[in-house]
Nanobody, 121 residues
Framework: QVQLVESGGGLVQPGGSLRLSCVASGSIFSINVMGWYRQAPGKQRELVASITNSGSTNYGDSAKGRFTISRDNAKNTVYLQMSSLKPEDTAVYYC???????????????WGQGTQVTVSS
């Protein structure tokens, strides 16, 4: 079993910052991509940012220039530093990883339970 536990969400004023964390635990052999998605009410889930195990990053248009993704491979942890937050960033943020349970096992995608981020004055 693989579990993803997210933390760091909450209420923040426009222009403020938050840092999300996600720890992957369980019998996972390797993790290739770690990332964050978000889903606002009435909207589709969208990519916020992702990072490979070699450090290559990819950002959704809404995150470029304001958010920074990073990871600690030794801790199986991915972070999302969010700055200059706007009300439209309000959403549930989900951690996502793509990993293997063994050296010859297929890649599997796992999701966290989500953490609420609310940007409001």
């Amino acid at each position: 079993q693989v579990q993803l536990v997210e933390s760091g969400g909450g209420l923040v004023q426009p222009g403020g910052s938050l840092r999300l964390s996600c720890v992957a635990s369980g019998s996972i052999f390797s993790i290739n991509v770690m990332g964050w998605y978000r889903q606002a009410p009435g909207k589709q889930r969208e990519l916020v940012a992702s990072i490979t195990n070699s450090g290559s990053t990819n950002y959704g248009d809404s995150a470029k220039g304001r958010f920074t993704i990073s990871r600690d491979n030794a801790k199986n942890t991915v972070y999302l530093q969010m700055s200059s937050l706007k009300p439209e960033d309000t959403a549930v943020y989900y951690c996502n990883i793509n990993g293997r349970l063994g050296i010859a096992a297929p890649s599997v995608t796992y999701w966290g339970q989500g953490t609420q981020v609310t940007v409001s004055s």
